[in-house]
């Protein structure tokens, strides 16, 4: 089983939807972050959280550390945000390389 | 953005052969990474160096070294490149909290073929 599992792994949104992508991981963790990949391979990172709630324009991602769970959200989708999210959790303990990636979520926003 | 270029963006390469990969930073940080991405699988760390001269292996390790003689360059060397080595490299260096927005700086990725 993997220890990052993201859900769902395609997503298709019309635009102005608001989307959730769902990332639940089995280890105990100091952070997790979110990623996304441009369709053309690049990777930005979106934000790191430890606990609560972030927002950064658009996007909002939640953590319950208790259900070990993460979400992000996008408000307002638009077909600029089609790309791949990707989770990752720190493990707790770990060096400081020791990031753990999910499969990453293929989003594609129809206009 | 946070000044971290890869070279080459492409190469194809043979069996057999040597292959580096360079990152270079222009900020300064101490950690720099090493990642390969292949379908089906996430992320996954090769290397790491937290100082120059100070590395230490990831998850995949096997058939790649690297070197950090400069806080600014990390390279990664397959010694002897095989086609299960066809993969996207990613460098990445970790950023210190700057609000809500932080965290892992990527490079553009370098696509490696070997045949």
């Known amino acids: 089983k993997n220890e990052v599992e993201q859900s769902p792994q395609n997503l ?31 990777i930005v990172s979106l934000f790191m959280l430890s606990s609560g709630k972030k927002k950064h324009g658009r996007l909002i991602a939640t953590i319950n ?3 070990k769970h993460s979400s992000l959200h996008i408000t307002a989708s638009h077909p600029r945000d089609s790309a791949v999210y990707i989770c990752a959790v720190m493990n707790y ?9 999910g499969k990453g979520t ?6 | 953005d946070a000044g971290i270029t890869q070279s080459p963006r492409h190469k194809v390469t043979e069996t057999g052969t040597p292959v580096t990969l360079r990152c270079h930073q222009t900020e300064n940080h101490r950690y720099m990474y090493w ?7 996430g992320l996954r760390l090769i290397h790491y160096s ?20 400069k806080t600014e360059d990390f390279l990664l060397t397959l010694e002897s490149a095989t086609s299960s080595q066809t993969s996207v490299y990613f460098c990445a260096i970790s950023l210190p909290d700057r609000g809500p927005v932080y965290g892992y700086t990527f490079g553009s990725g370098t696509r490696l073929t070997v045949v």
């Open chain 2, 50 to 69: 937290y100082g120059v001269k100070d590395t230490d292996k990831g998850e995949v390790s096997d058939g790649y070294s690297v070197s950090r003689s």
């Open chain 1, 12 to 42: 298709t949104a019309q635009e102005g939807e608001f989307i959730t992508i769902n990332c639940s991981y089995s280890v105990g963790i100091s952070a997790l972050h979110w990623l996304q990949q441009h369709p053309g391979g690049g």
């Open chain 1, 65 to 67: 550390i208790q259900e």
């Open chain 2, 35 to 41: 990642y390969r991405q292949d379908p089906g699988h």
């Open chain 1, 93 to 101: 303990g770990g060096s400081q390389g020791n990031l753990i990636f």
């Open chain 1, 106 to 111: 293929k989003l594609s926003v129809k206009p």
